[in-house]
C-alpha cells in the first residue's frame, strides 16, 4: 500500500513537472535559434565594415542560377532549396554558405549550425535517407549591393548610408524563415500587394528570431491570421509562400514598415 502511495505521488510530480520541463526545453531552443541569427547578423556587420559599407549582395536570380545567371560570390549565400523536392542537392548542402567561392560571408561564419532554426522539423530526402533542411535563414529581399526587388518604387538599400528614413534599428535583416517556405537566400516583402511572399517561422509560442541593422535582435511575435499553419513535420506535403492576405493583416503590416521605404 505505502509503495503505490508512493508511486501515485511520483505520478502527480512528473504530470505536474512535464509541462515546465517541455516549455524551459521550447525557451533554450528560441534562445538558441535568437543567437544563431545575433552571430550571423554579426557576420553581416564585419562585412559591412570591410567593403566600405556595402552590404552583402542578395540578388535571387543569382543565388538560385535562374534563367541562366551564374552562381557566384556576389551574394551572402548561393542555393535554392525546395523540401518538397527530394535529391535537391541544395537541400544539405552546406558549402553553398560556407564556402567564398558562393558565398561572401562564408569567411565570415565558418558555422553551419548558425543558419538553422533547432526547432525545425521538416526533412527532405536523399536516396534512401532523411536529412535535416541545411538552412533556414533569410535576408530582407531590400538590401544587398545587387539585388532584384519586385516594386521598383521603393529604395534599394545597398549601403548602410543609405539607412535614414529608414533607421538602421528598425531595418530588419535577417529573419528565421519556415523550412517548408524557404528556398533562396532573399526574403521577399512585397510594399504594393496584399501578399506575404513568403513566411516567417513562428515556431517558438507563435514567436521567430528577427534581427536589425544596428546588431540587435530579437524574437518577434507573428499574428497573421491568414498564415498561422501548423508546423509541419518530416518531408512537407505543402509549400507556403505567396499566400494572399487582408491588407490590414499585422505581419505584412510590420515587414512592410521594416524592409524598406518610398523612394
Known sequence: ??????????AILAALLLPVLSKAKARAKAIECQNNLTQLQLAWQMYVNDHDDFIPGNNWWQEAGSNGMARCSLNWMTGWEDAILADNPDNTNTDLFLNPQWASLGDYTKSAAIYQCPAS??????????????RTVSMNGWMGYTNRPLDTTFQF???TTNLGKLPASDAFVFVDERDDSVDDGFFGVSMVNDTM?????NYHG??????????????????????????QSGVPAENYKFIPVAADDPDLLWFQAHATVPE
Do not use: C, Y
Not at 500500500?1 to 511520483?10: G, T
Not at 521538416?122 to 534512401?128: D, I, Q
Not at 507563435?206 to 498561422?228: C, K, M, N, V, Y
Open 1 to 10: 500500500m505505502e509503495l503505490l502511495v508512493v508511486i501515485a505521488i511520483m
Open 121 to 134: 522539423r521538416v526533412m527532405v530526402k536523399e536516396g534512401n535517407g532523411l536529412f535535416p533542411l541545411a
Open 157 to 159: 538599400i545597398r549601403k
Open 197 to 201: 511572399i513568403e513566411l516567417p517561422a
Open 206 to 231: 507563435g514567436s521567430g528570431p528577427i534581427t536589425f541593422a544596428d546588431g540587435h535582435a530579437e524574437l518577434h511575435r507573428w499574428l497573421g491570421p491568414d498564415t498561422q499553419f501548423p508546423q
